[in-house]
Structures are given as structure tokens and as C-alpha cells.
């Protein structure tokens, strides 16, 4: 039962200096301080319960993202939780369509991502409230409830309320078994850990080691600066790691389109399951001339941690310029507009493999993943979640 | 010469409350109050000449482009104009990719529109201190110079640099001819202020019989709400106008993709030249789609005041996705961003008829699309600008 009216939202400004070890380095990203804009929601229930949410930023900017989630606040402070969730769609409108406020998004950027924090610190509190894990609140949810939830403009052409019910209805065929596979086996993962690419190639071997001895089989390599670095560091790992294992790439979008295709052939050698972020985030028809490109040297594309909507990912699918989908908990508009993503996913037949990695995203995606696999995709197949190891 | 160090750069939070009498209302932005993040740089030369660039937002959410300004000074303070206009690429990849702050656009959303008014008060300064107008700075520079400006980064498989080039020095023929007409006769024109969607049927009557009296022949109407009220609205200043003048008609992405299409169709007997933002603007696909459906009514789709960069611009021309291009000179990353767009748009022989309307957007864009008939596309045909009455 959820209940109180909401009586305050606050939000920090938590910075972690994660460049003074290179942590996080990638080739566009040389210098990340790992940070987050961090919100609680406080309501007036005699449980005292309260919401705690996020988005991931890089250091710099998050008081710009802080300052977003202010500007949202006075939708937010005042409302019922219980209203909020019986009508959590145009709750959901309101906040990413505000007539002034949409201007500087829509959906996208720095609002968006402020919406995300704020949306996730509602999830959580709900989902305390259930004394659930978001992960079960979401699977207990009747279909009717979980579309309830989703803004379906500006998709209705790929995925309708209709269709996105049906889809959640099969869902809930052996439900049971899943559960209690991802109760007793966890989701699969792989991690990026090893190799960032600050990391001299002694510091690689010796986490690649680690993590072997842990039992880890897959490993991403951060490429994309220099042909001739990751020519070596992959097959570096690629060694280590044999064939047994998996490998994937990972450029930050550091290329060109044409770039990309003659940079990722030099590496195809070293046999990687898939490519991530060739290139700029908005370029879907980029991606999509790379996947078909990539596709007979057995390498997919990956993407998604900067893909900023549903209709952006709408057309990832439609043009196929995507093999492997990767969500975000903090960059789309929190589980609801994650919902209408998986969703679209499971219909085009697209494995999700979450982004995670940075501050509190696997603690947050793994919820969505595990919904996605009990309720949604109901497969483990080329599905796997990213890890940030400590 | 340009010459002098920056040595300060200020913002100020500008807003007009225009809603009060529902100017600028559409189906979207009901009640928008038209603002400005407002910057100004300053030098230490002697001639005290100051930049001014901003850009433009609807109210709410102005205080978050004036923090992300803020955030952007230090890449700006302390530089010398020489240098930066010197590599003026450099100096917007700095802006723009800067390893931290990109992860909260990049290149989308508040940050981009931050440094948009960033960029426009540099080049403010620049032209002042060449005492030239923006658009004489642009026609006079040589095609290297306005090349050297360009980030030609995710473009390349649409615009080389060496193709750039091409466009450029083929544009220097016969310019000062061009110059001349512009000088003389202006850009052609069209008026949105007859038609705004709060507008009663007695204003709209009012203001367009005023505007006809004033010689205006190209009128846009804000439809998309209702569709009798835009059957209405439609017939009444078609009727007004007669068949020798121009309608056109905005829906501000009010609609789903077909929806857009079926909508539309009730409104092609009132043979509109286009439908402006029928959909969301990052629906690429979803606007081609449309474009296909609506090009035996012989209606154009035009789009591109929240088109966010030059990577969706470049996919709406390889997609065949709009048919009249409107640029934005604060939403783009300021000219160094619409000239690659300009020049792309030459390439795919598509239009440019710039958004405007909004605080200060006629006084800027207007440099912008007289440089690309004297410089880029040498034509007038099928060209409009966009302009604001009082």
C-alpha cells in the first residue's frame, strides 16, 4: 500500500575523484571524476520511509543537473504517492513535457536526466513502501499496471498500448521458473574493470588475472585512441583470456562512421562479440551502415548508455543499427521510460545488455535486467549485464 | 584585427511574460514566456568593445542555461580572441567536448544551448571589432577561414572537409551580385505572428487583414490541437489570403507519425506548402515516413528548430526526412555548427528557411541566411525566413 503525501525533495552534489587513478578513463572521457546528482524524497506517512534516487555524471556539470532537479521540484513536493502511481504515465508527462521547461530537452540532456533522478527516487519509494525489491514490485505488477506506466508518444508506430499489454500478458507464462533461476544464479555478467584506458598493460594483466582466478569470462577493453594500443592490449587480453572466453570492444564514440568500420576490421582479428559506441550516439544511420559493415566479420554494434529517449531507441531498432541494446537507468527517464525500451526490444527480437559501470547504475539496472528477464524477454541468450568491480 | 583577452564573461537570466497574452502559444507550448540566457563578454583592448550572444528559452528553466554558461566560462575567460579565432575549430571542440561535461549533452540539450550563447557573443565580438556585420564577416572571410571553423567530427561521410571547400570557392562566383540584391531587396519573409494557437478568431482576423494591408504574402498558422478548430482556422485565413499567397502550418510535434499523416490529410485541401515539426524532432525515421506519405498532396515537412546538432541534421538530409531545413541559431552550436549545416543542406540541394520568432532569434539568424544565399546556396528559390512582428 502506498501512502503520504510528498513533503520534500532535496538533492546533493556527490563527487568522487576517480581521475587520480585513471578509473572510468576512456577515449573520450580521459578524466572522469565518477559523480552523481543525488536525490531523497521525503513524504509525510508515518513510516518515515524515504526515495532515494540518481543520476551518473562525469564531475563537472553536476551542479547544472542539480539545478534541473530544482527546477522540477515544485511538480513533485505536494503530490500524493498514491496518485502519483495510480496515473504514473501522465505523472510522467508532466514532468518531461512542461510547456516552458520541454524547450531546453525535450527529453534529452541535462532535464532528462534530472527527470531520471527524481522518477528513480519515486521508484524507490514505492518500492520500500511495497517492502519490495524494485525488481519484484515491477514483476508482481499486472500488465494493465506496467503499461499505466509508460508514455507511448511519439512510438505508437512501433509499439502500441495494445501490443506492449500482449507482450506482458505472455510475460507472465512460467513466471515462477524465472524468478527462482535469477534467485538462485543471478544474471550473467562481464565486466570493464580491467581495462580502462588509463591502465598501463601491467595494471590490465594483473586485474585480468584477478578476475579470471574470480571466475570471470568476459571482458570489455576500452579502445579507440590509438590503432596501434589496442592492436596490443587486445591481444594482450585476448591471450590471457583464450577463446573460451568472451571479448568486447568499446570506442566511446571516438570515430567516424567510415573510421569505424576500417579500425574495428585491424581488431577483428582478436574475434570480439561486439563493438560499443562507434561513433556519436545521435548517429542512428551511422550505426546502422557499421552494423551492416561489421555483420559478416561475425561483430555486432552495441549501444545505448548516450542514447537519450525511446525514439531514439525506436529508430535503433527500425533501422537495425543496433545487435546488442543497452539501457541506462539514469540517461532514459527512469523504469518508465525503460519499460517502453525493453518492451520495444522484446519486439524486435534485440537482446538487452544494460550499461553500468559508473555511480550506482548496477545497483540500479540489475533491477530492470532481472524484470526484463522474468517478464519481458524471457531469454539469457547474448544477454549479459555490465560490472563494476571494486 | 582582432585582438584583446577575454577577460570576463557575465549572464543574466532574461524573461518576458508573454503568456499573458498568449503570444507565441502552440500546441505544445501553451503558455511559453519568451526569455533569453544573455551573455556578455569583455576584453582588455582599448576599444572596450563588448560581445553579446544569447539564447533563447520559454521561461522556466532559464536559470539552468545560465548555470551551464557559468560552467563553460573557464574555458573562455582568460583566452585571446586572435587564438581562438585563429582555430576556431579547436576552441568549439573544447566547448563541446570537453571529457567531463560532455557526458550531460553532449552536444544536445541545456549545454549545447549554453554554449550557443557562448559562441554567438564571440562572434558578436569578432564582427564588432572587424566593424563589420555578422553576415559581411562570414561573405568576406575566405572558404579556408570559414572551413577552419568547422567541426567536421561525425559529418564526414556526408561533408569532407575537401568537399566543404569545393562548396565554398564555388560560392565565391558571382558574389558580389548576390550581395548587391540582398542589400537592396532583403530576404523574403513570412509571418507567424497572425496565427498563434491561443489567438482568437477575431485577433487572427485582425492581425492577418493588418499584415496583408502591410504587403506579407507567406502566413504560418500553429495547428495540431484540435482538428476542427485547425479546419476552422485554416479555411478562415485561406479565404483572407487567397490562393496567390503561402500557407503554412506548425504543429510543434503535437503528433504521433501517422496520426501526423491522417491529420494532415484532413488540412491538404487548404494546400499548405508545408507541415512544420509534425512529430517529435529526434524521430528521423518517423519524419521521413511522413515526408513519403504527404509528397503526392504536395505538402513539404519542415523541421529543425529542436533539431539538436549537425549528426541529426546530417541523417534528416540522408533520409530524405524534411523537405525545408530551419535552422536555429542558438539551438545549433552557434555559426561554427550551422555552417556545416548550411553546407550539408547545399550538398543535398534542400532549402534553409530559418527558424525564428523567439528573443533575438530574427536579429541573429538573419546573418546566417543572408551569408548562405551570397556564399552556400546562391538561391532564393522555395527560400522564407521566419520573422516576428510586433
Same sequence: chains 1, 2.
Wanted: proline share 3%; with cysteine.
Amino acid at each position: 500500500m502506498v501512502k503520504g503525501k510528498i513533503t520534500g525533495l532535496s538533492v546533493k552534489d556527490v563527487r568522487f575523484p576517480t581521475s587520480l587513478g585513471q578509473h572510468g578513463s576512456d577515449a573520450m572521457h580521459t578524466d572522469p571524476d565518477y559523480s552523481a546528482a543525488y536525490v531523497v524524497i521525503e513524504t509525510d506517512a508515518e513510516d518515515a520511509i524515504k526515495g532515494y534516487g540518481l543520476t551518473f555524471t562525469l564531475g563537472k556539470g553536476t551542479e547544472i543537473v542539480v539545478c534541473a532537479v530544482k527546477a522540477l521540484s515544485h511538480l513533485v513536493v505536494g503530490r500524493n504517492l498514491e496518485d502519483i502511481v495510480a496515473n504514473f504515465r501522465d505523472f510522467y508527462r508532466q514532468l518531461t513535457s512542461d510547456g516552458q521547461l520541454r524547450w531546453i530537452g525535450p527529453e534529452k540532456g541535462v532535464v532528462h536526466l534530472a527527470t531520471a533522478a527524481v522518477l528513480n527516487a519515486v521508484w524507490d519509494l514505492w518500492a520500500k513502501q511495497e517492502q519490495k525489491p524494485l525488481w519484484k514490485l515491477l514483476v508482481y505488477m499486472t500488465p494493465e499496471q506496467l503499461v499505466s506506466c509508460i508514455d507511448f508518444r511519439y512510438i505508437t508506430d512501433v509499439l502500441t498500448e495494445a501490443q506492449a499489454l500482449e507482450i506482458l500478458q505472455n510475460g507472465k507464462q512460467r513466471q515462477e521458473a524465472r524468478e527462482e533461476h535469477m534467485v538462485k544464479h543471478g544474471y550473467p555478467a562481464y565486466t570493464t574493470s580491467c581495462a580502462w584506458l588509463g591502465y598501463s598493460d601491467n595494471q590490465l594483466q594483473k586485474l585480468c588475472a584477478d578476475a579470471l582466478k574470480e571466475g570471470w569470462t568476459r571482458f570489455k577493453v576500452k579502445v579507440g585512441a590509438d590503432l596501434q594500443d589496442d592492436i596490443r592490449r587486445c591481444k594482450l587480453i585476448r591471450d590471457m583470456i583464450g577463446h573460451d572466453n568472451e571479448l568486447m570492444l568499446d570506442a566511446n564514440q571516438r570515430w567516424d562512421v567510415n573510421e569505424a568500420i576500417s579500425w574495428v576490421k585491424e581488431l577483428a582479428v582478436f574475434k570480439p562479440l561486439w563493438i560499443e559506441e562507434p561513433t556519436s550516439p545521435d548517429d542512428i544511420l551511422g550505426h546502422g551502415t557499421i552494423s551492416k559493415a561489421l555483420a559478416p566479420l561475425g561483430i555486432g554494434v552495441a549501444t545505448g548508455e548516450q542514447c537519450h529517449n525511446r525514439v531514439m531507441f525506436k529508430q535503433f531498432l527500425q533501422a537495425r543499427a543496433l545487435q546488442y541494446l543497452q539501457i541506462d537507468s539514469c540517461r532514459l527517464g527512469s523504469v518508465n521510460e525503460n519499460l517502453s525500451v525493453l518492451l520495444m526490444a522484446k519486439k524486435f527480437n534485440i537482446p538487452v545488455c544494460p550499461h553500468a559501470g559508473g555511480v550506482g547504475l548496477c545497483e540500479l539496472v540489475q533491477h530492470l535486467i532481472i524484470f526484463d528477464y522474468i517478464s519481458v524477454s524471457g531469454s539469457l541468450e547474448k544477454r549479459i549485464q555490465d560490472i563494476l568491480l571494486k
